[in-house]
């Protein structure tokens, strides 16, 4: 029995062309998925409310919308004369690339360490999110290409307690009551379910703690599998997002050289079951996209 189970619409905004730029806000979970331009016109006010940035890899379609966060809320404690809490950057830590581009962000905006707590990370480390409760932030490693630096991918973990084994039988009000005497510790095993896997750039190489998990937003920047290049296709994901037994599944970081259509048209034939292809979600080219997805949380 899980203490806590509830479904969570987890609002995505998100814009994503391959080579050009991607990014991916989480509005309930106050985390920006990289950084790829454009995203200050689309996300406008809801930039004061970010409290996670984690870029994947130093390729600049993944990070150059940076500085216009960081000049957005510069303006806002201007005028405001209010400080807004620092943003947690998650970056890959030999990412020389990305280290002369914050050299230069605290150049221009004079309050960078006000504006920003930078967070180097490699593949293996776990951290807390910032502003919200319970959600921890995995660093795997991807498959993808980028000089002398890593490229990373993301799960997010969400906390939950379980009811000791032993009182598994015990009726609701009894549950309650000891709750109230003894506190949910004594009572309780917390333990981490994986919540979001997020692929950044990179082929579709999976993550054995995924397993199961609500929402896998995957690239799939090509349609035709190959071993030259370091993106994903689409049929290996639509293969990985089952052999994960994903619940839902957001595609983003299309190439353009197809035609939207021949990427639908493909998605429809490999997935010709209604029920499965209404849990998959695809990012247009060039388009903004905007949706509540359901997952279990909090
Ligand atoms: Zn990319
Ligand atoms: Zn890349």
């Known amino acids: 029995m899980w203490m806590r189970e509830k479904v969570l619409l987890m609002k995505i905004f998100g814009y994503s ?39 994947t890899h130093a390729h600049t379609d993944h990070f150059t919308g940076l500085q216009n966060i960081f000049i957005t809320r510069l303006r806002e404690m201007e005028v405001t004369k209010q400080p807004l809490p620092p943003i947690k950057l998650f970056y890959p830590e030999d990412s020389h690339t ?80 000891r709750i109230a005497n003894e506190g949910r510790d004594a009572l309780t095993t917390r333990v981490l379910r994986p919540l979001i896997f997020y692929s950044g750039d990179g082929r579709a190489i999976g993550d054995k703690d995924s397993q199961d998990v609500p929402l896998m937003i995957h690239e799939a920047t090509f349609l035709e599998p190959s071993p030259k290049v370091a993106h994903a296709s689409l049929p290996e994901v639509i293969k990985l997002y089952r052999e994960t037994n994903a619940k839902h599944l957001l595609l983003f970081h299309l190439s353009t050289r197809y035609e939207y259509k021949e990427f639908i048209q493909l998605l429809d034939k ?29």
């Open 17 to 55: 062309k391959a080579l050009y730029s991607t990014w991916l806000y989480l509005e309930p979970l106050r985390l920006l998925f990289d950084a790829g331009e454009g995203l200050n016109s689309f996300l406008e006010g809801r930039l004061l409310a970010f409290r996670n940035i984690a870029i």
């Open 98 to 177: 990305l280290r002369h581009y914050f050299d230069y962000l605290e150049k221009v905006t004079n309050r960078w360490d006000e504006l920003v707590q930078l967070q180097p990370v490699r593949p293996g480390q776990t951290y807390p999110l910032e502003g919200v409760r319970g959600v921890y932030l995995n660093v795997l490693k991807a498959d993808h290409y980028v000089y002398q630096q890593t490229a990373v991918c993301y799960r997010l973990d969400q906390e939950r307690f379980s009811l000791k084994p032993e009182l598994q039988d015990l009726p609701q009000a009894e549950i309650n009551k």
């Open 270 to 298: 490999l997935v010709p079951e209604q029920k499965e292809r209404s849990r998959i979600f695809v990012i247009r080219p060039g388009g903004m996209f905007a949706k509540n997805i359901s997952v279990p949380g909090f």
